[in-house]
């Protein structure tokens, strides 16, 4: 056979009998890598799987650390004026000599320090333990501030912010009105404020009764949720040896604040009954009296109070300064002139109050000395005595003339206000009575003797 009969090249129509064909594993190698190809295509076109994401996941890095700023230190450091303590005491560790010294210039036009007085509270506010705030107490309605800021020190003189509730107080006199406001837990002021009120009207040592009532309704006064003293009486009521005092505070136009009564009728007489309170009477008006230490005989004409040392001693009225000294038998003594020929004499003080000079104009009230034993004097007491035209007269028999009454014009204004505060002065009183009653019907009856 010839070559040309053996060889019979593949027809292009045949197809795959099951056996394998020279050329065939090229044709497969290149269709797997085709199908490889297009399934990369498939995977990279539906997007990574989570386990490639989880590998691809970008790698934070951390910011540098940032420390936090410190927090400020705050003190408060509350202190109280020593006996002779300085500005500079007070104030020299954070102030340098020269800001003292423009401190104390600083205060001649809003509180001059000399004026700070022994006592007195102060507080000192620090942060990081430099100063921020210094704050003072004038009195109990003001504050003396210093502040640092960022290129001046601030001083300034403010009100001091009160919460103010208005309550009823009240009373029964067992021995003095000192001892029964200090039964009820009350203040001692609240003692001299209803003394100055009534003092007119009452002699508190001579004149209470064990069974005498009071009551007041009161603004109390608080600060950061404590008791911080009493503001305004509004109103009060003292029943004395069966005799009510009513008193109702009122601003007549514009007078100077009183209290008046029901009618309308000035509290405030010419005379205080008294120029002290809370005290006994050791000598009486006499023209005849042995003397204690001379042991002559002769006139008293005047009212001695014993007291202990330092009791202050009030004028009993309007006038001023005639006479101010010291004498061998009268000790430190002031005598004051008032109207219509009237004068009245203080003895045997141990000083005299601040301001107190020949002439000086004082009002009633007003604080002359304080009670002593100089001169001839066998103990403490003041020795009060007072003249018309010259003359003696009994202090306790005087008949002072009221002050002026509520005016025509302001009379409606006053009987609007005090009528309520009447109202709830006498509701007290009813309900107080009828507690009374109810307390004695509940008690047990008292059985017969057996």
């Known amino acids: 056979m ?5 060889y019979q090249p593949p027809r292009k129509t045949d197809t795959f009998a099951g056996r394998r064909r020279p050329g065939r594993r090229p044709l497969v190698l290149v269709a797997g890598l085709i199908t490889v190809a297009i399934a990369g295509l498939l995977l990279l076109s539906s997007g990574p799987s989570q386990h490639l994401e989880a590998r691809m996941a970008p790698v934070e890095i951390g910011a540098p650390g940032v420390k936090a700023p410190p927090v400020p230190v705050r003190e408060r450091l509350d202190k109280v004026v020593e006996p002779g303590q ?11 000599p020269q800001e003292i010294h423009a401190l104390n210039q600083q205060s001649q036009t809003v509180f001059p320090f000399t004026r700070i007085c022994a006592g007195q509270p102060y507080r000192l506010c620090l942060t990081d333990g430099e100063f921020e705030r210094f704050i003072y107490e004038i009195d109990d309605e003001e504050q003396l501030i210093i502040s640092r800021e960022v290129d001046e020190t601030l001083m300034e003189r403010v009100p001091i912010n009160y919460d103010v ?47 005498d009532t009071f009551q007041a309704l009161v603004e109390k006064r608080y600060r950061e949720g404590h008791p911080a003293g009493y503001g305004t009486v509004l109103a009060a009521e003292f029943v004395n040896q069966k005799k009510v005092f009513r008193a109702i505070r009122f601003q ?7 209290f008046y009564n029901e009618k309308g009728e000035n509290m405030r007489k010419a005379f205080l009954k008294a120029p002290l309170s809370f005290t006994r009477i050791s000598s009486g008006y006499t023209m005849r009296r042995l003397h204690p230490i001379t042991k002559v005989w002769k006139a008293h004409p005047a009212i001695d109070y014993a007291a202990p040392i330092g009791t202050p001693v009030k004028t009993v009225g309007d006038g001023s300064i005639s006479r101010k000294g010291y004498g061998k038998g009268n000790g430190y003594y002031v005598e004051v002139r008032h109207s219509n020929g009237y004068k009245s004499l203080y003895m045997h003080l141990k000083g005299f109050a601040r301001g107190i000079a ?60 005090a009528a309520p505060l009447i109202a709830q002065l006498e ?23 057996q």
């Not at 003095?176 to 404020?193: H, M, Q, R, T």
């Not at 007549?252 to 009183?258: A, C, E, N, P, V």
């Open 165 to 211: 509730k208005t309550e009823l107080v009240q009373g029964t006199i067992k021995t003095s009105l000192f001892d029964a406001i200090a039964e009820i837990n009350e203040e001692p002021k609240l003692a001299y404020v209803l003394a100055d009120i009534f003092g007119w009207d009452i002699n508190f040592i001579l004149d209470l009764r064990s069974g």
């Open 252 to 258: 007549d136009g514009d007078r100077k604040i009183s």
């Open 2 to 6: 010839s070559l040309n009969q053996d």
């Open 86 to 96: 300085t500005i500079t005491a007070m104030l020299g560790e954070y102030f340098s």
């Open 427 to 449: 509701e007290n009183v009813r309900s107080t009575h009828i507690a009374q009653l109810e307390s004695t019907d509940k008690s047990p009856a008292r059985g017969t003797a």
């Open 358 to 417: 020949k002439g000086k104009r004082v009002t009633q009230g007003q604080l002359l000395g304080y009670v002593g034993s100089t001169g001839l004097s066998t103990g403490p007491h003041l020795d009060f005595r007072m003249t018309r035209n010259g003359k003696p007269i009994n202090p306790l028999k005087l008949k002072a003339p009221a002050a002026k009454s509520v005016s025509k014009e302001h009379m409606a204004g006053f009987l609007t206000l």
